[in-house]
Nanobody, 118 residues
Framework: VQLQASGGGLVQPGGSLRLSCAGS????????MGWYRQLPGKQRELVAT???????NYADSVKGRFTISRETAKNMVYLQMNSLKPEDTAVYSC?????????????WGQGTLVTVSS
C-alpha cells in the first residue's frame, strides 16, 4: 500500500494550489484521510481531515481558505488551497487510515513542498 502526493509548487501570495494524494496497492477500504504540514523549524501539524462519511475538520489557520475532499472510489484525497499566505509555506503530507488485505493502520505519503512567495 502506498500514498502518492502531488501538486506542490511555488505560488504568489493570494494564489491557489490543489494538492492530490492517491492510494494504491491492496486497499480494501479507507477510513479517515487527511493532510498535515511541517513548517520550517516546527513540528508537523494537522491541516485538514475527512472521514469516510465526508465529515471534515480544519485547523483554525486554514478555515475558510482550504477545502479537503475525497473520491472514495479512486482512493484519492485533495486539498484545495486558496488565498495562500507566506506562512502556509511548508511540506505537506497526506495521511490515510487504510484497511488493506493484510492489516489496518495509518499510512503516510511523501511530502510535497508548497512555497508561497512573491
Amino acid at each position: 500500500v502506498q500514498l502518492q502526493a502531488s501538486g506542490g509548487g511555488l505560488v504568489q501570495p493570494g494564489g491557489s494550489l490543489r494538492l492530490s494524494c492517491a492510494g494504491s496497492g491492496s486497499i480494501f477500504s479507507i477510513k479517515a484521510m487527511g493532510w498535515y504540514r511541517q513548517l520550517p523549524g516546527k513540528q508537523r501539524e494537522l491541516v485538514a481531515t475527512i472521514t469516510s462519511g465526508g465529515s471534515t475538520n480544519y485547523a483554525d489557520s486554514v478555515k475558510g481558505r482550504f477545502t479537503i475532499s475525497r473520491e472514495t472510489a479512486k482512493n484519492m484525497v485533495y486539498l484545495q488551497m486558496n488565498s495562500l499566505k507566506p506562512e502556509d509555506t511548508a511540506v505537506y503530507s497526506c495521511y490515510a487510515h487504510i484497511r488493506s488485505y493484510s492489516d489496518t493502520r495509518g499510512y503516510w505519503g511523501q511530502g510535497t513542498l508548497v512555497t508561497v512567495s512573491s
